[in-house]
């Protein structure tokens, strides 16, 4: 996968394993489930995205998805 900045595609086992530690055992088997097949489709990945443009035109900051599972963990927490 090209790396975007500090940012790069994470295969879906590392992204799971990011759910399972976020949300415990388990929560990232569907994410593995979903993304593994579309993980190893050919170049480019159909969930790469250039995100230069919108990056120029819109005040935003990308952050990792560990970063992001971690600052909205407690809306996916059990109630």
Do not use: C
Not at 44 to 55: F, K, R
Request: aromatic share 8%; no cysteine.
């Amino acid at each position: 996968m090209a790396l975007l900045g500090r940012y790069r595609g994470i295969p879906p086992e590392e992204f799971g394993a990011i759910l399972d530690q976020a949300f415990g055992p388990g929560a990232g088997a569907g994410a593995v489930a979903v993304y593994g097949p579309l993980w190893n489709l050919d170049e480019p990945p159909p969930l790469a995205v250039d995100m230069q443009p919108v990056l120029q035109l819109l005040p935003v900051s990308m952050r990792t998805m560990r970063e992001w599972i971690t600052e909205h963990a407690s809306a996916f927490a059990a109630k």
